[in-house]
């Protein structure tokens, strides 16, 4: 069965600052709804896990590597901002349409990539996962940093955040071997092959809520249980960000070597 995306790629309706075209807008990805947008019940749900195969998981001293090399590019620094410096930051990227994502999220994570991106490999892109969205809508936000475009598709959550199967994810957890989602924000860091999921990308965790997210093999892959339909609830992954198969060769890529994803619940 031939599955088709939710939407077709449209022109923004709003004034953008003229820049070089986009990656998203040549790319077959949906552009994100308005926040406001309503979805009926999921008719049918995909009870399937993707288990991260033992092949996945990386050395201890991979592991350890990148573990410093974190430490020393993402330093954990407690500043506590100001209104008015909160609002210059979004003034300075005043371009993205926020009408396409969550508030809170897209305010706590461009603080965070303002101060870090210059530490940022790939600052073209900022992705945003709303876990607080029930898994039959499009809850990833990939933001075109150098235009404002924002498309969104869908992803899954880890089996065990869920231990009902009703699509709501229930908890968070940074544990080996808890098979659960982690909150905070992620290095999308370089691409391999998986034994399992083919084309990958790495996660590396820069918070402390999913510092393990390298050990415990927790990636960005494409799973068939991941569906671009919002009247399906998708399956579930051990953790991994699963997008539909049928789009990680635009999306990987994308992220890859280097780009700020943020992972929380939208208040």
């Known amino acids: 069965m031939k599955l088709t995306l939710l939407g077709l790629i449209a022109t923004l309706s709003f004034s953008l ?3 070089a075209s986009s990656k998203l807008e040549s790319m077959n990805l949906p552009e994100a709804p ?11 749900q995909i009870d399937a896990v993707d288990p991260t195969p033992d092949a996945d998981i990386p050395s201890d001293e991979e592991v350890l590597r990148m573990q410093q090399e974190i430490k020393e590019l993402f330093p954990e620094t407690n500043t506590v901002q100001t209104q008015q410096e909160r609002m210059s930051i979004l003034a300075r990227y005043s371009y993205v349409d926020t009408r396409r994502v969550p508030q809170d999220l897209y305010e706590t994570a461009i603080a965070y ?8 490999r790939n600052p073209n892109y900022l992705t945003l996962v709303d876990f607080g969205a029930r898994s039959n809508l499009p809850r990833m936000f990939i933001i075109d940093m ?7 598709i869908h992803v899954a959550h880890g089996e065990y955040s869920d231990p009902n199967k009703d699509g709501h994810l229930d908890s968070f957890s940074n544990r080996i ?13 370089e691409t391999y092959n998986s034994s399992k999921f083919g084309y990958a990308a790495r996660l ?7 510092s393990n997210a390298r050990a415990r093999a927790v990636v960005l892959h494409g799973s068939k249980y991941v ?9 579930y992954s051990w953790g991994c960000l699963a997008i539909a198969e049928n789009l990680k060769a635009e999306v990987v890529p994308l992220l890859a070597n280097g780009s700020l994803l943020y992972a929380s619940i939208s208040r």
């Open 146 to 152: 150098n235009t404002g475009r924002v498309a969104s």
């Open 34 to 44: 308005l926040i406001e947008e309503n979805y009926g019940e999921p008719l049918l």
């Open 177 to 189: 071997g808890s098979k659960q989602s982690s909150e905070g924000f992620y290095r999308v860091s």
């Open 113 to 120: 990539y303002d101060a870090h991106k210059s530490s940022l």
């Open 204 to 210: 590396d965790g820069l918070s402390s809520s999913n």
């Open 227 to 235: 569906w671009e339909r919002s009247d399906v609830l998708p399956g």
């Open 17 to 19: 600052q003229t820049q």
